[in-house]
């Protein structure tokens, strides 16, 4: 089984900066896409931001220019870097790797527990 541990999350000014951590463990062969969602209350989860195996990116017009995601390969860890942060940011954020094992024939997706990131003054 492949177990995803989130770190980083927490309550932050507006203005101030978070940085998440996101690390994937177990009978891994090679993970392809990686990448971050939130979920706030009353809200549909959406797509933070993503990235590929080779580095490719995509984000939330919402966080543009702010958050930047990154991953190391050698790690099987995927970050993302919060500036600037507002209080419409704040969210469950959810890392989510798309994982081939040892054992299950394919890449499926893999969600990690969630961590809080709340933004207020």
């Known amino acids: 089984q492949v177990h995803l541990a989130e770190s980083g999350g927490g309550l932050v000014q507006p203005g101030g900066s978070l940085r998440l951590s996101c690390a994937a463990s177990g009978s891994i062969v090679s993970i392809n896409a990686m990448g971050w969602y939130r979920q706030a209350p009353g809200k549909e989860r959406e797509l933070v931001a993503a990235?590929?195996?080779?580095?490719?990116?995509n984000y939330a017009d919402s966080v543009k220019g702010r958050f930047t995601i990154s991953r190391d390969n050698a790690k099987n860890t995927v970050y993302l870097q919060m500036n600037s942060l507002k209080p419409e940011d704040t969210a469950v954020y959810y890392c989510?790797?798309?994982?081939?094992?040892?054992?299950?024939?394919?890449?499926?997706?893999?969600w990690g527990q969630g961590t809080q990131v709340t933004v207020s003054s």
């Open positions: 990235i590929n195996s080779i580095g490719s990116t």
């Open positions: 989510n790797a798309d994982i081939l094992t040892l054992y299950n024939g394919g890449y499926y997706p893999n």
